[in-house]
């Protein structure tokens, strides 16, 4: 079945833009995470939801960043006013239920470039 | 705070040896996963491991899981080009769904 995608693949905008990138998670998964990847880091935790609910938001830097998920399904990273440092890979990641032993099944990512 | 630290963080090696990639974690958890990454790609899970003395073998890749140390390794058997990667170990904290992430293993396999 397909796996998790996400869009757009790449995105270049200016200091202070806003912009959105979405996540279309595994048919059936109720967990979904977002993560961002530095270059030569492992993947930091943003945000996780279960269902329609952020059930934690600890990652998230500051309050430029923020996500919704209204159905259940389809996710959105919104990030405010962006900055140089907000450059990075952002990948979705989504499993069966959340929590526990259950594998993370990671998207391609979104690769963001602030200049 | 849960840190996770890999070791090598670069691996250059012929086809045909043998290596292993280590990964230490700070404090107790639960499960201890290993990704697969190709440039520009996705992760990929390799393994997950659940219980002190878990051993899980794919192919030419075998992980294993030591708790009271802290430490999962994953074995690397007659290296193949195929293998060319960077390894992550994430380890998840006790009863939260978060994962704490290595800084990953970039691993090169030369013909």
């Known amino acids: 079945g397909a796996g998790v995608s996400q869009t757009p693949s790449n995105k270049v905008t200016e200091k202070g833009k806003y912009v959105e990138l979405r996540c279309d998670p595994i048919s059936g998964h109720t967990a979904l995470y977002w993560y961002r990847q530095s270059l030569g880091q492992g993947p930091e935790f943003l945000i996780y939801f279960q269902g329609t609910g952020a059930a934690d938001d600890s990652g998230l830097p500051n309050d430029r960043f923020f996500a919704v998920r209204p159905e259940g399904s389809v996710s959105t990273l919104k990030i405010q006013r962006t900055e140089r440092g907000d450059s990075a890979v952002y990948l979705c990641?989504?499993?069966?239920f959340g929590g526990g032993p259950e594998t993370q099944y990671f998207g391609p990512g979104t690769r963001l470039l602030v200049l | 705070e849960l840190k996770v630290e890999q070791n090598p963080l670069f691996l250059s090696m012929q086809e045909g040896k043998n290596y292993t990639i280590y990964c230490n974690y700070s404090?107790?958890?639960?499960?201890l996963y290993w990704y697969r990454q190709d440039p520009g790609k996705s992760l990929e899970s390799l393994f997950v491991l659940l219980s002190n003395g878990a051993v899980k073998q794919e192919g030419r890749l075998m992980a294993s899981l030591d708790t009271k140390a802290r430490l999962s390794t994953l074995h690397i058997t007659a290296a193949v080009h195929d293998l060319s990667a960077t390894y992550f170990c994430?380890?998840?904290?006790?009863?939260?769904?978060?994962?704490?992430w290595g800084a990953g293993t970039k691993l090169i396999i030369k013909p």
């Open positions: 404090t107790t958890s639960d499960r």
């Open positions: 994430a380890v998840g904290l006790d009863s939260n769904y978060q994962l704490i």
């Open positions: 990641a989504s499993s069966l």
